[in-house]
């Protein structure tokens, strides 16, 4: 399949990050379930963004598991990002695991 996945950055620790990725934006107005199934099937978008403030998390952790028989979980890189408030190691830990909790991961790349 051509599209979003086939091209990508390799970091300094051989970790392959795809140069394409789908981010997330304010749930009003924004993706919704249906449109991210679509980026990944459809498009090849193997990189998906989101972020606690934007509350998308649900949205790409309902995402996942509608693909999860198509797009091996592995095979999809996930990003995230923290609100000020939770800057600090104790706090971003807590968001980290609260995150991977919301969609239902047990992992998040970046």
């Known amino acids: 399949m051509s599209g979003a996945s086939e091209e990508h950055f390799v970091l300094l620790n051989d970790v392959k990050i795809p140069k ?17 199934v679509f980026a990944i099937k459809e498009c090849g978008y193997r990189m998906l963004d989101t972020a606690v403030h934007y509350d998308t ?26 609100w000020p408030d939770d800057y600090g190691y ?6 980290f695991q609260e995150s ?9 790349f970046i």
């Open 20 to 36: 394409l990725g789908l981010g997330s934006s304010y749930q009003q107005g924004g993706q919704n379930v249906n449109a991210v």
């Open 57 to 82: 998390e649900k949205v790409v952790g309902h995402a996942l598991q509608a693909v999860k028989d198509i797009v091996p979980r592995e095979n999809l890189f996930l990003t995230t990002k923290l």
């Open 90 to 95: 104790e706090s971003t830990m807590k968001s």
């Open 100 to 108: 991977c909790k919301i969609m239902d991961v047990k992992y998040i």
